[in-house]
């Protein structure tokens, strides 16, 4: 092995293939802070002794020679200080501090890690070695984390997401911009793209390192990338609390308060008061971490996806590469229907140790925003639906709307949306209209609106008021599920991302001649299914999702993203006799 | 039952009929025991201890009874792209899986099934609830079955 350079150099450095270690303030970043924290309670805890100990004891204070003993015994300070073993302690709580600090310091000099063309590996442990290579054309994500105590050091944790359980590759810590310059490395390299990217624009130099820090400090959580992303949306505050105000959670407390109140008037007892304090203060802290979780929440397209941000504080900033959404729900709470606010999660198979607006697994993308928020949102993490790829597709599929694959486009047929964009602007802007119309008429539609098919009359049986409003359609790449009259949300399954559909009638549903469909994707908070259609159209629909998401998967060029843009195809996907010679895809199962 | 679901032009492969065997017996044990369990209200001296005890064996009766069907309803057919399987009477399911999208094929052999020379196959995909089972296929159709699968998935291999 060669020696390991120290991780504070561009990336250039970092990902030449050849081993390299962490940030070196490392062991103090991962180690210190519970070293400081320990110290500290220490201090706090025992600061009456420590006075005692260099001032002289108050007359008629607590310690008085013989009680001392007896009041104290389960002291182990006082035990110390009475028994004269204070520099005996001292001692020992220096060799402590010393061990610790080496275990830590070889811990660091033992963690390496590497960036080749393929793959990302990481070796680390000092007794129990291990040893982690992942396939960069299998990252679901990249993760860059800043806690409070690492942005004062410039420090940030890069964490690359691979599909599974516990199956994340973390590199902590790296320098703040080395860590962007890694994530923006290894994302070229797994797009596929061949150029390199252009180098950083000047450095830190003539800049001091203070005001550098600050500058660190107080970019914004989507991070300085060489060309700074701009979000897409904006959040405020208002919205912010008011969303959280009109949550479930609101609904839930409202009703314990009610519980609690009728309680005491009936029965004139208070003791579930006692109860009812430590929710009130958990409900606080719910509100307060989702509001300032969400404070500064961004949104932006990169070359390499969709970048969102976290955080006021500890911040957080995650890179999803194009085709790693596996579904997406789009909902709206009954309390939120009145100011038109939406909600919207995605299910992704990699499981990040962030944590998101409401402390659960980062799935939500959205946590509140206005029909136009969503809309943009969407055309970032779905192009092929709401973008200008979808106004090609609309082009594509319009002259030949009876075509039996309506999903997939073949080279030829493929309209050019920048093409017409640029000849008839109005036209190109007309089609991209009927692309977001799509979206926007299923959240609030019912009905045929909007190409739905939806459950006949029968099925107000089981579905009283939303009978009108549960249906399906399909859309260039994707399936549209549209559910719930009065929690409305609107489903949105990827085709490439369909692992199978299946078909099921119980004997409810066949006494009312109807259906169910479920489209499997990876687990997550979504479950993409729908339930009472007519059992024809279930049927017809089965066949031609299954089929759909068969001629999906295949044209989807996604895990090599950048392949298809070099053969000059804005994401139109070419299909599997038009592959693209891609030496470096191996297939293995 | 007329209105029932089906797929028009599909040619189904049944499993093996002796499958049933396996199925009726485990049904019938899990009933016996929970039957054997439910006793215990008899202490009770009232008439719903022996009512529960007998509708456990009149349900378990029907399932058992019903079983034949059942497992001849449980049929798979290996369509152009993608495995389509189904299951159940009562309760209908069909699943369509994508060749490309399998990432496992299991094939198990508990005792009683081997007894009888059969195999049970299993297939997973990044979705937990896909669930796709073949059981009860004899051994050689299901290590053919499996090589043929495993070979049509890595024609069609497809990212996640």
Redesign the interface.
Known sequence: MSHPSLARGPAVVLTDGEWHRLHPATPLLRGGIVLVAILFFVLNTEKDNLLQLFLPAPGGGRGDGGGRGDSDAGDPVAYVVGHGFIGLALAGIALLILILLAIFYASWRMNTFRVTDETVEVRSGIVFRSNRRARLD?I?GINIQRSLFARVFGAAKLEINQ?GHDANVPLAYLGSAAAEDVRREILRRASGARESAPERPGGAGGVGLVEQRLHEFLAAPLGEGQVAPHSVVTMRLGRLIGSALLSGFTLFLAAVVAAVVISIATTGQYFLLIVFFPTLLGSFSFYSRRVVKSLRYSIAATPDGIRVGWGLLATSNETLPP?RI?SIRLSQPLLWRPFGWWEVKINR?SHSSTKGADGQANTTILPVGSALDVSRVLGLILPELVGLPAVDAALATSPRRASPVPVSLEKGETGDARALAAEKPERAVAESRTALSLIEAGMTSSGGDGGFTTSPRRAQWIRWFSWRRNGFRTAPGSILLRKGAIWRQLVVVPL??V?????????LL?RL?L?AI?L????GPI?AQIGALD?GD??VF??SA??D??VA??A?R??RWFDQQAAGLPWAPPTSDQRLPDPSRE?H? | MTDRLDLPDASWTRVSPKYKWPEMGSYLLSGLVVAALSAFTWFSGQWWGFAITAAILVITGFVVGFTPRRVRAIGYQLREDDLLVRRGILFLRFVAVPYGRMQLIDVNRGPIVRALGLSDLKFVTAAASSAVTIPGVPVDDAERLRDRLVELAESRRAGL
Do not use: K, L, N
């Not at chain 1, 499997?520 to 687990?523: A, E, L």
């Open positions: 299998r679901q599909a085709g596996h198979a490439p991302r692992q199978s559909v299946s078909i099921r009638q119980g004997p066949r001649r259906a479920d499997h994707t990876v687990q479950t059992a279930a049927r089965f066949e299954s089929h998401a068969v998967a295949r989807d996604t895990h297939e199962p």
